[in-house]
Structures are given as C-alpha cells and as structure tokens.
C-alpha cells in the first residue's frame, strides 16, 4: 500500500485495471484489433451495458452470474429502472439490438462489437468480473453463406497473429459432421452422445467409453467409433476423407463433411487452423461450423477465441430467422496473461514522442511555438511545463520514457537541435520536417 | 416496432444507443478526442466501471443517483461482491486509481480516460443514465503550475472546434477572484455569498440583490458590487483591469486576477474563450481557474465542457496533497444534441471502403485476391459473399452506402476497373496503387 493511502483506495478484486505504460498497449490492441474487424468491413455497434432483466434472461440462462442493478436512492414511485442488469456477454444484446432494429439494418449484417462484459463470478487467475469481448458476427435472414464461415475465422486468426501472443491453433469442427456420424452410427439420441463426447478432456477417452455404453447404450464398437472420430486431426480438406474411412454415413455427417472442407479449403493459407474432430463448443446454440483456439505455449489456459455458426440468433426477440456465424476474442483474458507471463513489449509511460524543454522564460515562447508545429504535424508533444534546469527536464523525459527531447535555439544564431534518449545522440532538426523514430 | 418483434426487444430508457451510421461518427469523435488528448501527452488509463461503495460516496456525495450491484444468484457465504457500485463519474475513480498507484505514477501526472458512467437519473431531454465522459486531468504533489490551467483549456476548446458543432464559447473565470471580490468589499461570508452567486442565472440580478441583502447582511452598495463584478466580461487578460476598476482590493483578488491574466494570455489566440465573471462552477471543489462551455446555437442547452483546478483531489483515500486541474467533454450529451438537431456528417453504413464483386465462380479466387492486396495496403474491403448478379452486387454497395466497386478481370485480357459509386464513373486500376476517395 503506497506510503499515507488510506484502506478504501483499492480497487475491487475481479475488476482488473493497469497502469498507463501498460494501458497503452492495450489500446494498442484495441485499435489493432478494431482496424483489423473494418478491414473486413464489420461496422461498429455499441450496445448499453444495461438491459432489461426479461432480455439478459430470455434464453433461460438463469446460472449466469448476472450483475441486477438498484439505485441506492430509490424513489418507490418511479419503477423506471426496476429490473435491469449488466450484460454478461455480447451476444444477447446483439440479438436484441437487431431485433429492435430489424428494419435500419442493411443483411448481410457484419458487426463488429468491442465492449466490457460483466459477470458475478468469484475471482480467480483468468477469471474477471469485468472484461472486455471483441465480437464479429454476421448475421442474414433465413441464411447465411458458408463464406463467412471461413471468413470470420480469417478474420480472428489473422488479428490473433498480429497481436503478437506466440504460436497458437485455432481448431475447427463442424457440429453436423458430429451429430451425423453419432446418427449414423445408430445413436438413439445423437445430441446426447455429442454432449457426453464434449467431456474427453476432462475425464480422458477410458472412462468416457464406459459412459457412452453404459449411460447412452451404444455397443462397444458404437463407443470406439465415437472416440475414433475423436482422435481425428487433420489441416486440410482431405480430413473429410479421413472420417470416410471410419465408415460410418449419414446424410447430415456428409453435410457437415462437406461445409468443413468448404472451411478448411478457404483457410489452407493459415498455418495455425487444424481440423480437430473432438471439440463441439457448448451445447445448444451452435449448429455448424465450430472455433476454438489456444495458445500453444499455455494449453491449460483455454479457449482465448472461439464461436461458431448458429441457426437462431434472436427467436426470443423476434418472430424472423436469423441464422449467423461469429467468433469472439477475450481480450482482458489474453491480455493479462501476457502481461503476467512478461510477454507484453512494455515502453513509456506516456503517449508522448517529443519533450519540447524550456531552458528560460525568454525562450517559452519560442517552445510553444515547436510545439505547436509539431502538433499540427500530428506528433505526440509535451513542452516542460515551466522554465527549469535542463537536467531536471531530462529526467522527467527519461522517467516517462519520452524517446526524444528537443532543443529550441537558445541564443541568437543557434539551431533547433533534437536528442535521442536511446542512443543519447543529439543532432540539428527542423520542426517542419522531423519524424520520431517509430517504435 | 419492427414487423414480427416481441415486446422485450427493446432498449432501456435513459441507455442510449445508435445505429451504425451514428456509431461510425460517434467513434470519429472518439478517435478524434483521444487523438487530441494524446498529442499533447496525456497518457490513458480506464478504470474499472465498478467501484466500492465505500469509495464511491467517500466524498459524501449520497445524493448522487449511484446505482448499487447485486448478484442475481447471490450466494451468502460469499460477501466478495457486497456493497459495490457502478462509477457515476470519472473524478472518484481517477482519485482512487491516483491514491492506490500514487508511487507507480510519474508527476506532473496527465492522463485522460474517455469512459462511460451511470446515473440512475429520471430520463429527460439531454440526461442520460449512460453516458461517456470525455476527461483530461493534470495532478502533481503539493502544487500545480498554472500552465496545465491554459492547456487543460486550450486541449478542450481545440477539440470541441475539431468536432465541428457550430460556433461555442469557454467561459473562463477565477474563484479566487470571487472570493477575494467579495472578503476585499467586507463580506462577512464571502463563500456564502459565492454561492449565492452562483444563483445568477436562475433567479435573475434583482432577486439575487434581495438574497445578498436581506440573508447575507451585505449594504446595498456591497450587494451592487457584487452583481457588477458578475456583469465583467472580456477577451483578454485586460479585463483584470475592469475587475480592478470597482475599487475592491484584497491579496487573494490580487492573486486571482494574476492567475485569471495568466490563462487569458496563453490563450489569446483561441477566439472561443472569453472571461466571465459570473460564472463559479459547483461549490466545494474548485478553487481556482473554472470552464464552462456552451454552443452559441442553444445556450439553453447547459455545458458540454466544464472543468476547473482544485485543491484536493485525492483527501478522502491518501494522506497527500494532490491538486490538479481539469476539464471534461460531455461527449453523449454533445453527441446526441447534434444527432438530434440534424447536425452531423452521417454517411455510409459499414466502414467498408470498396466491394469487390464476384460475377462468376471462376473469378471467386482473383477476387480474393484482389482483396487481400488492397487490405495489405489498409483499404477496408469487402469481398462479396458469393458469386451473384452484379447489380445486386452493384445494390448491396450502395445500400450501405460503399463508395467504390471493384470489378476484377472476367475475362482473359480484360483489367481491373473500379467504379466510383457517387459520380458513376469507371476507370481502369490497379490493387497495387489504387486509393479510395477521401470524405
């Protein structure tokens, strides 16, 4: 605790912050992140952090930890703002939001939603109660193209790498190629096995067959199949071969073979997609093409991006279909286990390029003047705050890690001269024309 | 209501939310803010949106709307969430953030946060119970250079005239110029009769002077001088001179109106800022310099950009002296006042800059890759989603308000063209130098 705070200067634990040097990166991922989402033309929406509690709990999900709001100051005849919470993710405001606005949106929808999310859960490592999602969905009534299937995959991968967070895999299924081999198969209840089958990490593949044969029925071939189709792995279309072999068929298993191929074809470029065969993301909202991607240097950390296609994003809004396929980056996960591993390129403390110094009250002028010319020019520019040793604004560049200081003339005849604080090396410059050293 | 939607598709009152047109300017004004801020290094930092309870009315603010958190599930033995609440503004937090990393930060502090915060005010016109704040502070230990005071102000105003909302006017004033007024003119209270004062407005000069006389014991000569210090205004820093003609003298008047000369001066050259000697801004906070902007176009309107300096930011969680001075841009109240006036640019739907189409299956992989050339180069493109009819291609661009369609080579021989949406025009180009039309 810093020296004379006071016990209520804490923040609440869950809800994480960082210090500006810090901060700065994150932006920086925000904005990479954000860039990359237009790139592809996904269109912004932000949607209130607060909904109605009949929307946050219109899908049934009452084991969410939902955040319901009160105000401390009630006035018992205003019940205005009876019954609202914090959203707990993006995907049902995004179902209300186009629902409500059905009409002024233009299909295919592409949006793209950067926002904190809420949820009550007792804190632990990767665990907040406040964080930030970066969600892509594309939504169209009755349909949407196998295109964006691979598309928001791309989209997601290829942000992933920029933002610089080592080697990862993002892994690919199809949730018809499940339910139509266990339907092939002779599963009496496809869904269930599916269901059971998404337990392998957890329980491993010996006890996952008992359970199988003695819980769902099927025979001890059934149940080898199943973990068979499991172990499948492959990075390109010909995976779709490789599930053939298995023997099994079904007219959906060969609609799902198909769409996946579709998928993996349209990826091949992207070294970090596999075909896995063994995961199916959730239970009943996805219909198609699942995601799921981890950092290869951190398996046990989990999913830091996944999503999937769905068939109904919003039947509890709207009487419209409105089928979709979307992925989601959990940014303040990802980030603060970089941060905490020590993988963050962490720098100033600042946004600031240049330190323009005032050596005098004669030259404060002079100095504003810099300042101002290389503000218009777009540079990040501090002037010293007030005539002082110049040694003493040196070390106020070098404590916030200002990459360059800048020398307005300080007697008749002299030149604007420019230091780099890394090499220490100081040479003429022209406020007209100088450019920081890019980072 | 959408054809076809349920009753809970709706977005709570007080919450707003925009459509993405709206949203694509509301985020310019972000960037552009932010920008702004960062150019003249002020560092970023976001704090979490939740706070304790215990913080959040550690000034003794209870009748500020706060609303409270509860978990929907809440489970007794766990009190790790009780009494928390959502931030009704961004002082508290940066106060709490200040007093928590008080030895991780470097002084002079600056830092900006643009953020939103919750009120649980009744909906009317122009209040909101979501909104962003837009907030640029300067802290430092012990004393802060009168410097910061212009530049908190000069940042602001450049950016409010950056946003483009129609003429506007910062008013600037000096606390210690009130105060020091009215204890040099024999005010036996002359914080009481500050906040008299500061009534001007509301209930007019004539009953303002009854006020002065009748509660506060002031001759109708003090009360007269008084309302004759609120009728100064001026440009420049020769309105200390009109102060000084009233004939009230006192060391801390002295003081004000050096200070208030101070800050006119650095700020000459902004046409926006005049003196105002009626203005006081609130009542216990600040102590010196106080803003107050408003358009010229609805005065009636309020203030979209108020701040001042302040003498202690941080008392109630730190054993420090830590004054500083501020400012704040109401960003959803300025924002929505000009959607609602009609006064913003809104243009396309999507931030796509060019469609490329796909008029055939053949051309579906040059397509492609005509996109992925012109994204290399930071040009957001769309690739249309299938094979399909160019003009219904040609429609979905222009439904979105897209300015530019690709068309890449059908047939052996033939080149790229692309044609521009607003003039109709079409022209040969290339992926490799082609440019999107600028707004």
């Not at 266990?182 to 010996?206: H, N, S, T, W």
């Not at 780099?420 to 450019?435: C, H, I, K, L, Y």
Request: charged letters at 25%.
């Amino acid at each position: 605790m810093p020296d004379g705070e006071l016990s209520r200067a804490a923040a609440v634990s869950g809800f994480p912050e960082w210090l500006p040097h810090e901060r700065l990166v994150e932006q920086r991922w925000i904005d990479t992140i954000r860039r990359g989402f237009e790139r592809y033309g996904y269109a912004p929406i932000e949607t209130a952090a607060v909904e109605s509690l009949d929307a946050l709990l219109s899908k049934g999900e009452t084991s969410k930890e939902v955040y319901t709001l009160h105000r401390l100051q009630a006035d018992e005849k205003d019940s205005s703002d009876a019954k609202l919470g914090l959203h707990f993710d993006l995907t049902v405001p995004f179902a209300r939001y186009a629902a409500q606005h059905f009409n002024d949106l233009d299909f295919p929808f592409k949006r793209y939603q950067i926002q904190k999310v809420w949820r009550g859960e007792r804190p632990q490592e990767g665990r907040f109660r406040e964080f930030v999602q970066c969600d892509i969905d594309v939504i169209n009534p009755e349909q949407v193209p196998l295109h964006f299937d691979a598309e928001v995959a791309r989209v997601a991968g290829e942000l992933i790498a920029e933002l610089g967070v080592g080697p990862f895999t993002m892994r690919i299924n199809n949730r018809k190629v499940l339910e139509g081999f266990y339907a092939g198969l002779g599963a009496a209840d496809p869904l269930a096995v599916m269901r059971a089958m998404d337990k392998i990490e957890k329980i491993g593949p010996e006890q996952l067959g008992r359970l199988l044969r003695d819980e769902l029925g099927l025979t001890a071939e059934q149940a080898q199949a199943c973990l068979d189709l499991a172990q499948v792995r492959g990075s390109d279309a010909s995976v779709a071969d490789v599930v053939r072999k298995l023997g099994v068929t079904s007219d959906l298993l060969d609609e799902g073979l198909a769409e996946l191929a579709y998928v993996l074809d349209a990826l091949s470029d992207l070294p970090f997609v596999v075909a896995d065969l063994s995961i199916a993301r959730g239970l009943d909202y996805y219909t198609g093409t699942v995601y799921e991607t981890t950092l290869d240097e951190f398996p046990a950390f989990g999913s830091i991006c996944s999503g999937g296609r769905y068939q109904d994003l919003a039947g509890q809004f709207i009487r419209r279909s409105l089928p979709g396929v979307g992925i989601s980056i959990g940014l303040t996960r990802l980030f603060s286990k970089m941060l905490a591993e020590g993988k963050l390129p962490l720098g100033a403390k600042t946004p600031t390029q240049v330190l323009v110094v005032v050596p005098s009250e004669e030259t404060a002028g002079l100095a504003a003047e810099v300042g101002r010319a290389l503000r218009s020019r777009g540079i990040n520019t501090e002037v010293y705050h007030a005539p002082d040793k110049i040694g003493k604004q040196l070390r106020y560049a070098s404590r916030k890690g200002i990459g360059a200081v800048w020398f307005p003339p300080f007697r008749e005849g002299a030149e604007h001269e420019v230091k780099d604080m890394a090499s220490g090396e100081q040479a003429v410059a022209d406020p007209a024309t100088w450019a920081p050293v890019s980072e």
